[in-house]
């Protein structure tokens, strides 16, 4: 039988209502309790297009619930179940962890198809599904398949030999796997509050006065900045003023730049051009969208990713430990701009002139960053990494227990270049020495951070650092964060640290990847405290 003969059959016999022994028997299934997983299989292909691997496997393979299978035909097809229908069928299904040993004897050919959503990026949601978690409650959370295909990528197969164990499973590591009793009361609370579409806004706007546990954090994550009347650490304020009138002056620029950016990562910027009532318009523009009638709001409300415009509380709600106290809009401004009609009408102008007017600084600060690294001007811009541009509203309600929660907690950012508009509120702190420093609002300045892809590009050089904000009794906070990337949502392109960097007393230090798998990779890890550039690392 060919390849294409053999998925032909595969998918009949998937599809097939049970009974049809003689394609059974023609693909191997030889006991009764086969047919059983088989027929189960069967309905969660036709509902979900659950992910299943066929592989050809050695005869003494087992399958799960099964008699084991004894063949000498090599043209016998097995089933496997993989992860996905693990976590969606809620452990009922084991996804079997195989290897391939090396052979004095070879070559070994092998073929294995696996079924899935396909590469399409979608928004659709799996978790267990409903009806198998009545007496059984949900052991993990939802995700989409380009997410969980992301973090296995990311992960790789990284089976530790002479671990002395068993690797650990991807579902474990990721899946937020628990054996909590409370999970499945965790998880509709969740689904609830998602449900409202009205964020910690509607929370706020409902009079609670003591927040909902789900927003709890761990005392360190939200612990005073140490530098409380410490003036030893202020992050660097760089004055771009007539900075191309004088050559003297644009090298010093240069330096200052270069100097934050291997240091802190981050420095603010003040006469960078943008007019103060653009800023002000902006930050306006996203406090009206955040206050619009709720009932309105709402039709902006979504969790794909990819949409122009997206609003929503929590990106990470079905994943994270602890929720945070905010809620943000995410638009895509470049490289291919938006239909109008896209955008909501309270801020779709003002987002469009400013997206215009953060792509030219960008052009300018990528200039500096690459010109401190001794490289021609244009070289990060060719390089493409002001390609796209990604904003980010954020809206951060007055809180009434700011002590057990966090705006946004201990990231980095997973981009190349991060230009940031906050208000007067303050909260904004940068991790420093192992020390959490206060980013002071600076009336005018705009905050410029290093991003995880330029750190990995520049091989270290340029240090994107950690941050987070704090929730506060006074609200609401606006702050407006641009991101630099490529934009281009399945870019095949490989960004690496950068041949003229390096030399042989300084060798890659990280692995070559493209924007989109990072992106993935990162939103699928979560604001987790961790950096996603360790899973890059050689
Ligand atoms: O709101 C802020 O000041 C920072 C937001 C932030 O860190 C982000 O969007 O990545
Ligand atoms: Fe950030």
């Known amino acids: 039988m060919n390849m294409v003969s053999i998925l032909k059959k595969t998918l009949q016999w998937l599809r097939h209502v049970p009974g049809d022994t003689e394609a059974m028997t023609e693909f191997g299934c030889k006991s009764s309790s086969c047919y059983q997983v088989v027929f189960d299989l069967v309905l969660y292909v036709v509902i979900i297009e659950s992910y299943i691997i066929l592989i050809y496997v050695s005869p003494n393979y087992k399958c799960a619930n099964c008699k084991p299978f004894l063949s000498t035909n090599p043209y016998d097809l097995y089933l496997d179940v993989y992860s996905s229908s693990q976590l969606i069928t809620n452990d009922r299904f084991k996804s079997v962890e195989h290897q391939v040993l090396a052979n004095y004897v070879g070559p070994r050919i092998s073929v294995a198809c696996f079924f899935s959503t396909g590469a399409r990026a979608s928004s659709n949601l799996y978790g267990p599904i409903k009806e198998l978690s009545k007496d059984n409650p949900p052991k ?84 005073k900045a140490s530098n409380l009347g410490n003036t030893c650490h202020v992050i660097p304020v760089i004055d771009l003023a007539d900075i191309d009138k004088d050559p003297g002056k644009r090298q010093g620029l240069v330096d200052i730049v270069k100097k934050a950016s291997e240091t802190w990562g981050f420095f603010q910027v003040v006469n960078h051009d943008i007019p103060v009532s653009v800023l002000e318009e902006m930050k306006n523009g996203v406090k009206r969208f955040h206050e619009m009638d709720t009932e309105a709001k709402k039709e902006f409300y979504t969790r794909d990713r990819l949409i122009s415009f997206a609003y929503n509380s929590n990106f990470d709600l079905y994943s994270s430990p602890a929720l945070n106290w905010r809620d943000t809009f995410k638009c895509y401004l470049y490289p291919h701009s938006p239909k109008p009609d896209e955008f909501p009408q309270v801020c779709r102008d003002i987002l469009l002139q400013y997206g215009e007017h953060i792509m030219k600084l960008g052009t300018l600060l990528f200039e500096l960053l690459s010109e401190g690294l001794g490289l021609s001007p244009n070289h990060l811009k060719d390089m493409g990494c002001a390609e796209g541009l990604v904003t980010l509203g954020h809206y951060y309600p007055a809180c009434p227990e700011p002590q057990l929660t966090v705006g946004t907690p201990k990231h980095s950012d997973n981009d190349f270049l991060t230009v940031l508009l906050q208000d007067h509120i303050g909260g904004l702190q940068v991790l420093y020495q192992d020390k959490w420093i206060d980013i002071p609002p600076v009336p005018g300045a705009l905050v410029v951070n290093i991003g995880d892809l330029l750190q990995l590009i520049t091989n270290d050089i340029y240090k994107s650092g950690q941050h987070r904000v704090l929730a506060n009794h006074v609200g609401p906070r606006i702050s407006v964060a641009c991101f630099f990337g490529t934009g281009a949502k399945t870019s095949s392109k490989l960004f690496g640290p950068i041949k003229e960097l390096l030399s042989e007393e300084n060798p890659p230090i990280y692995r070559e990847t493209t924007v989109s798998d990072f992106d993935a990779f990162f939103v699928a890890k979560g604001l987790d405290g961790t950096s996603a550039l360790t899973h890059y690392r050689i």
Do not use: C, W
């Not at 939802?142 to 164990?165: I, P």
């Not at 449900?195 to 005392?219: C, M, R, S, W, Y």
């Open 140 to 223: 993990y959370r939802e995700t989409t398949v380009a997410d969980y295909v992301a973090y296995f990528k990311a992960k790789g197969l990284d089976v530790r030999l002479n671990s002395g164990g068993s690797p650990p499973n991807v579902l474990e590591l990721k899946m937020g796997r628990t054996s909590e009793p409370n999970v499945d009361s965790k998880l509709s609370e969740r689904r609830a509050f998602d449900e409202t579409k009205a964020g910690v806004k509607g929370l706020v706007d409902a009079g609670v006065n003591k927040i909902p546990t789900l927003f709890h954090h761990q005392h360190d994550k939200f612990e």
